[in-house]
């Protein structure tokens, strides 16, 4: 394959639906690509998948049908590493395994030149580990894509403690060129996102354990008087109940066993059982043909009640991740609208619902249960003392 001159040729490795994106996205922009899977019918289904997206595009006239035609000429399928020699980006987007992350960028620096900047995909992964596998670690860094990458504009940027200062300014570049809004994120256990929202489902399964309301009702909360696009359960259903549940398990563990993050029997059970949500028909809600939705109990006092406990959780982690450094305050906001389509930033958020409600209902919470699940965050503890606000 022939390379155009003067644009850089990127190599994704990995091409399930999150490799299969990130090279739509890079060959939408104009790069060359080359995407890389050891299964030979894994590549012969991501071929076919972007050829239908891309013809679906057409249809809907936000593609020609050149148009369409050139950016899947431009993705070059293979199985064999060596052909990642002329990269000068390489992103790997495989399964969540710290040591087969390692052997491949291992190999890789044996092919690629110095110059390559090496990035991992990975969610809930230690990118300084990750690096730690390669002779030049300054070039490794983390670029976190969320699904669908064609759809979603957030891109984290996850600098190791090894990144060059000069790479990650210009993988930054370079992924905003892709037309995509990028956040930095300090390499601590699910960076921003995976981190901070992490009450919005673990607070919700608490709600329903404890028995003080059932799903449909707390779905109904979050988005009828929270304004969330889908509730908890719903959401949870769409990302699949196995994922979601590893996540949470991954953050549990990677921060020593916090109780902030500790994962729900509920959701636990519900993954061994196969009752993954959409994708297996039935999870938190039955999706098979005929099913019939539950209704919500529409009691207003008690929605608001349940819409409060989880926003004041959700601005405590927002509050803690600032303290701790994590993110600009700017970034954790955008973060959260932009990656997972909060109705608004949390920090901003914090400062509409008052930053002293928010201390006064964790401090309730903590003395109900007397659990460091419901210690409040230093920082929001100092700016009631000082009388500020985050803008």
Same mark, same amino acid.
């Given at each position: 394959?022939?390379?155009?001159?003067?644009?850089?040729?990127?190599?994704?490795?990995?091409?399930?639906?999150?490799?299969?994106?990130?090279? !739509?996205?890079?060959?939408?922009?104009?790069?060359?690509?080359?995407?890389?899977?050891?299964?030979?019918?894994?590549?012969?289904?991501?071929?076919?998948?972007?050829?239908?997206?891309?013809?679906?595009?057409?249809?809907?006239?936000?593609?020609?049908?050149?148009?369409?035609?050139?950016?899947?000429?431009?993705?070059?399928?293979?199985?064999?590493?060596?052909?990642?020699?002329?990269?000068?980006?390489?992103?790997?987007?495989?399964?969540?395994?710290?040591?087969?992350?390692? !052997?491949?960028?291992?190999?890789?620096?044996?092919?690629?030149?110095?110059?390559?900047?090496?990035?991992?995909?990975?969610?809930?992964?230690?990118?300084?580990?990750?690096?730690?596998?390669?002779? @030049?670690?300054?070039?490794?860094?983390?670029?976190?894509?969320?699904?669908?990458?064609?759809?979603?504009?957030?891109?984290?940027?996850?600098?190791?403690?090894?990144?060059?200062?000069?790479?990650?300014?210009?993988?930054?570049?370079?992924?905003?060129?892709?037309?995509?809004?990028?956040?930095?994120?300090?390499?601590?256990?699910? $960076?921003?996102?995976?981190?901070?929202?992490?009450?919005?489902?673990?607070?919700?399964?608490?709600?329903?354990?404890?028995?003080?309301?059932?799903?449909?009702?707390?779905?109904?909360?979050?988005?009828?008087?929270?304004?969330?696009?889908? #509730?908890?359960?719903?959401?949870?259903?769409?990302?699949?109940?196995?994922?979601?549940?590893?996540?949470?398990?991954?953050?549990?563990?990677?921060?020593?066993?916090?109780?902030?993050?500790?994962?729900?029997?509920?959701?636990?059970?519900?993954?061994?059982?196969?009752?993954?949500?959409?994708?297996?028909?039935?999870?938190?809600?039955?999706?098979?043909? #005929?099913?019939?939705?539950?209704?919500?109990?529409?009691?207003?006092?008690?929605?608001?009640?349940?819409?409060?406990?989880?926003?004041?959780?959700?601005?405590?982690?927002?509050?803690?991740?600032? $303290?701790?450094?994590?993110?600009?305050?700017?970034?954790?906001?955008?973060?959260?609208?932009?990656?997972?389509?909060?109705?608004?930033?949390?920090?901003?958020?914090?400062?509409?619902?008052?930053?002293?409600?928010?201390?006064? !209902?964790?401090?309730?919470? @903590?003395?109900?249960?007397?659990?460091?699940?419901?210690?409040?965050?230093?920082?929001?503890?100092?700016?009631?003392?000082?009388?500020?606000?985050?803008?």
């Amino acid at each position: 394959m022939e390379f155009e001159k003067g644009m850089k040729v990127i190599g994704i490795i990995g091409a399930g639906s999150m490799g299969s994106g990130i090279a !739509q996205v890079a060959a939408t922009a104009g790069h060359e690509v080359i995407l890389l899977d050891s299964s030979k019918p894994m590549l012969q289904k991501a071929e076919q998948g972007l050829k239908k997206i891309l013809d679906r595009l057409v249809e809907k006239d936000k593609l020609t049908k050149n148009e369409a035609g050139s950016i899947l000429d431009r993705i070059q399928f293979t199985d064999q590493l060596q052909e990642f020699d002329p990269c000068e980006l390489i992103i790997e987007a495989i399964i969540e395994d710290l040591n087969i992350k390692k !052997q491949i960028f291992r190999e890789l620096e044996s092919i690629v030149s110095k110059n390559c900047i090496i990035a991992t995909n990975t969610s809930s992964l230690s990118v300084s580990a990750i690096a730690s596998a390669c002779d @030049y670690p300054q070039r490794v860094l983390g670029i976190h894509f969320f699904n669908p990458a064609p759809l979603m504009p957030l891109v984290e940027i996850i600098p190791a403690i090894q990144t060059n200062e000069s790479i990650l300014s210009e993988a930054k570049k370079t992924i905003s060129s892709w037309g995509k809004i990028t956040v930095q994120a300090k390499d601590t256990p699910g $960076f921003i996102v995976n981190r901070v929202a992490r009450p919005f489902y673990g607070e919700a399964l608490r709600v329903l354990e404890e028995g003080i309301a059932d799903v449909a009702t707390i779905d109904w909360a979050m988005t009828e008087i929270g304004g969330f696009r889908m #509730g908890p359960f719903t959401l949870m259903d769409f990302i699949g109940n196995d994922i979601n549940y590893t996540v949470t398990e991954t953050v549990f563990k990677s921060f020593f066993y916090d109780p902030r993050y500790k994962p729900a029997f509920t959701q636990k059970r519900l993954a061994e059982a196969g009752y993954l949500g959409r994708k297996s028909g039935k999870g938190y809600y039955d999706y098979s043909e #005929g099913a019939t939705k539950p209704e919500p109990y529409f009691d207003k006092a008690l929605g608001n009640q349940i819409f409060n406990r989880i926003l004041v959780m959700l601005i405590n982690e927002a509050a803690d991740a600032l $303290f701790w450094d994590i993110a600009s305050k700017e970034d954790i906001d955008l973060a959260m609208t932009k990656g997972v389509n909060y109705p608004a930033g949390l920090l901003r958020w914090a400062d509409e619902f008052g930053i002293d409600n928010c201390v006064k !209902q964790m401090d309730q919470l @903590y003395d109900e249960y007397l659990e460091d699940r419901y210690r409040c965050s230093p920082l929001l503890r100092r700016m009631v003392r000082d009388k500020k606000t985050f803008y």
